[in-house]
């Protein structure tokens, strides 16, 4: 069993910035494969990004170049960085645990863009 705990959303006005930080448990933290995911009111959840554990990423079309997800394994987190924040990007924002066949999900955090 992996726990996950998400923080650092919040209101932010369009053009500002967040980091969002996903503190995972377990010590075999540096194999999984880390996910953010972000769901809006009234729409399916989508994959936003994604680190293997070798440090490879990738990216929604949508936030590329604006978001920018990293790892530090040492402290069993996983971030991300969301730059130019648009009133679109308002959504729950999920962390995701890929661990030898199973995933696991953190409780969500909020991120509201809007002025």
């Known amino acids: 069993q992996v726990q996950l705990v998400e923080s650092g959303g919040g209101l932010v006005q369009p053009g500002g910035s967040l980091r969002l930080s996903c503190s995972a448990s377990g010590s075999m933290f540096s194999i999984y494969i880390m996910d953010w995911y972000r769901q809006a009111p009234g729409k399916q959840r989508e994959l936003v990004a994604v680190i293997m554990s070798g440090g490879n990423t990738n990216y929604a079309d949508s936030v590329k170049g604006r978001f920018t997800i990293s790892r530090d394994n040492a402290k069993n987190t996983v971030y991300l960085e969301m730059n130019r924040l648009k009133p679109e990007d308002t959504a729950v924002y999920y962390c995701?645990?890929?661990?030898?066949?199973?995933?696991?999900w953190g409780q969500g955090t909020q991120v509201t863009v809007s002025s």
């Open positions: 995701h645990a890929r661990v030898v066949g199973s995933g696991y």
